[in-house]
Nanobody, 121 residues
């Protein structure tokens, strides 16, 4: 069992940067695949980035590749999403997800409450 709390969202101008954090409670954090998803108004939740529970392998949605970086600090039970060169179309509620020893997906069992990111043009 793990509980997730996101932070770091806010309002930023296009071209700016934000860093999201997701703090996990519970044990064995290093055994969880972690990831970020987002949901814009009127749209379905979509995959953004994931980092493996072992080895730190990362994967990104094409729409954010080269601009976003996911990382994790197992000593702090935290996963990060560094977002650079933000665009208005990145505006969404961003959710952190976790899954035991596997990659995250929309079917993952653990989710945070979300943090709002708004990018103004």
């Amino acid at each position: 069992q793990v509980q997730l709390v996101e932070s770091g969202g806010g309002l930023v101008q296009a071209g700016g940067s934000l860093r999201l954090s997701c703090a996990a409670s519970g044990r064995f954090f290093s055994n969880y695949g972690m990831g970020w998803f987002r949901q814009a108004p009127g749209k379905e939740r979509e995959f953004v980035a994931t980092i493996a529970w072992s080895g730190g392998t990362t994967r990104y949605a094409d729409s954010v590749k080269g601009r976003f970086t996911i990382s994790r600090d197992n000593a702090k039970n935290t996963v990060y999403l560094q977002m650079n060169s933000l665009k208005p179309e990145d505006t969404a509620v961003y959710y952190c997800a976790a899954d035991w020893r596997t990659a995250v997906s929309l079917r993952s069992p653990y989710w945070g409450q979300g943090t709002q990111v708004t990018v103004s043009s």
